[in-house]
């Protein structure tokens, strides 16, 4: 259970952050449609969590990290996108890791 109130909690940060605008619902071109064969989004997983699909953290983890893997395969590092996924990336990978060291936790 404190893996998943915890999680949520870095999920809502992640809502909010003023980077994750382009991640925030899923994407609706045919373009993202068509490359990216595993979509995922922030609204995709806030659904997935009221669902209880993630019983473990690395489930969690993955489908976020799959929102910014797509967003390399759409976008170049220097665009805005591009430079939105590099930002929220960090502040994920920043919030995760005090969330494992307060919890004593690893993801292997």
């Avoid at 490359?35 to 995709?44: A, G, Q, R, Y």
């Avoid at 806030?46 to 976020?64: G, R």
């Avoid at 996108?81 to 920043?94: H, I, K, P, Q, S």
Wanted: glycine share 4%; charged share 30%.
């Amino acid at each position: 259970a404190v893996v998943s109130t915890q999680s949520t909690g870095i999920l809502r940060e992640l809502q909010m952050h003023k980077m994750s605008w382009p991640f925030r619902e899923p994407g609706k071109s045919d373009s993202e449609t068509d490359v990216i064969k595993e979509p995922m989004d922030l609204s995709t997983i806030h659904k997935k969590f009221q669902k209880k699909h993630y019983p473990k953290l690395t489930l969690f983890v993955k489908d976020v990290l799959r929102v910014f893997s797509n967003a390399r395969q759409l976008y170049s590092e220097d665009s805005q996108r591009g430079r939105c996924a590099d930002t929220l990336e960090r502040y994920f990978v920043a919030k995760l890791n005090e969330f494992k060291l307060r919890h004593g936790l690893t993801l292997s």
